[in-house]
């Protein structure tokens, strides 16, 4: 495997006032960059950290979802970051304060 870890960042943006909202209007590009460089400055070679088109919980975000696990989470600072990356990607326990249900809601209106 060339990544050991792979985290998809929503940075999906839909327009203003859309019922569901978006990741991007609520901070996740620069969340995702800040990831970016976090990942980098701890040597993290072996992680990826991607923009992800619409993860389609966008209602739900800023939202990432870390691979192989399948593990998704909301994310609102920095510290949000530091704490993943600590604690998945480098130690792999949960962060369960961040963790997003694996249950979809079916009362989620529809993109």
């Known amino acids: 495997m060339f990544y050991r870890c792979h985290v998809f960042c929503c940075v ?12 991007a209007r609520r901070g ?13 400055a ?4 072996d992680v990826r950290i991607n923009a992800a088109g619409c993860l389609d ?9 870390i691979y192989p696990e399948g593990v998704w989470y909301r994310v609102d600072s920095r510290e ?3 704490e993943i990356l600590q ?19 079916p009362m989620r209106p529809e993109s």
């Not at 999906?12 to 990741?23: A, I, T, V």
């Not at 701890?42 to 070679?45: E, K, Q, S, Y």
């Not at 919980?57 to 979802?65: D, K």
């Open 12 to 23: 999906n943006e839909r327009p203003e006032g859309h019922p569901r909202g978006s990741c």
């Open 28 to 40: 996740s590009v620069k969340l995702r960059d800040y990831m970016k460089a976090r990942a980098k």
């Open 42 to 45: 701890l040597g993290l070679a």
């Open 57 to 65: 919980r966008c209602e739900l975000g800023p939202t990432m979802v």
């Open 80 to 82: 949000d970051v530091d």
């Open 87 to 105: 604690r998945h990607v480098i130690r792999g326990e949960r962060v369960e304060r961040l963790r997003l249900s694996d249950v979809p809601d």
